[in-house]
């Protein structure tokens, strides 16, 4: 199995800073089968990037990501209050895996 | 406007059988392939496995001797069953959707916790 490790473990910003998190893959993700998900207390997981690069429905610009190979990162260019919360990465180029997360706190 | 909603028991006897269902709503479950993730917080979040409405499965390797997926079309339902549940299927338990095959889940229930007792 693919194991994803992210990186930091917190992220203790301010609103307005720039959040730059890491997911890096024991393995190669095939074809860049990468997602990245939001999640909030009490709240499921929402789909945030897939296909490495590509923003969901529903979330804005100042959310990117970019990588290949083994190595992903999530870019949240100015911290918005609703942006703080724990980032996931998950790969599905083989049976899926998840990393264990980034929490995003405020500073 | 889609929802999913899982239902089941909250607690499950050690060695019995865990059953849950996830109800779609507004899409029919043959556009999307259905999965169920739980998330703890020894291992964080895990996939369990996926059904397509034709029957085609694909389940998570360290899980597939205790796991079985089911389609209700009728019920627009999926479901899992998972034999011999211990302490450590204790979590709370995600249905989720995807578009296609490529499990990225864009769909998401709001999850129930179930708890594993002695």
């Known amino acids: 199995e693919i194991v994803l490790t992210q990186s930091p473990g917190i992220l203790s910003l301010s609103p307005g800073e720039r959040a730059t998190l890491s997911c890096t893959a024991s393995?190669?993700?095939?074809?860049?089968?990468l997602s990245w998900y939001q999640q909030k207390p009490g709240q499921a997981p929402r789909l945030l990037i897939y296909n490495g690069s590509n923003r969901a429905t529903g979330f804005p610009d100042r959310f990117s990501a970019s990588g290949s190979g083994t190595d992903f990162t999530l870019t949240i260019s100015r911290l918005e209050p609703e942006d703080f919360a724990v980032y996931y990465c998950?790969?599905?180029?083989?049976?899926?895996?998840f990393g264990r997360g980034t929490k995003v706190e405020i500073k | 406007q889609v929802h999913l909603q899982e239902s089941g028991p909250a607690l499950v006897k050690a060695s019995e059988t865990l059953s849950l269902t996830c109800n779609v709503s507004g899409v029919s479950i043959s556009k999307y392939y259905w999965s169920w993730i739980r998330k703890t917080p020894g291992r964080g979040l895990e996939w369990i496995a996926y059904?397509?409405?034709?029957?085609?499965?694909s389940y998570n390797p360290s899980l597939k001797s205790r796991v079985t997926m089911s389609t209700n079309m009728s019920k627009n339902q999926f479901s899992l069953t998972l034999k011999s549940v211990t302490a450590a299927d204790s979590a709370m338990y995600y249905c989720?959707?995807?578009?296609?095959?490529?499990?990225?889940?864009?769909?998401w229930g709001q999850g129930t916790m179930v708890s594993v007792s002695s």
């Open positions: 393995q190669t993700v095939s074809n860049n089968y």
């Open positions: 989720a959707g995807s578009e296609t095959w490529l499990m990225s889940f864009d769909l």
């Open positions: 998950q790969q599905y180029g083989s049976s899926p895996t």
């Open positions: 059904i397509y409405f034709t029957g085609s499965t």
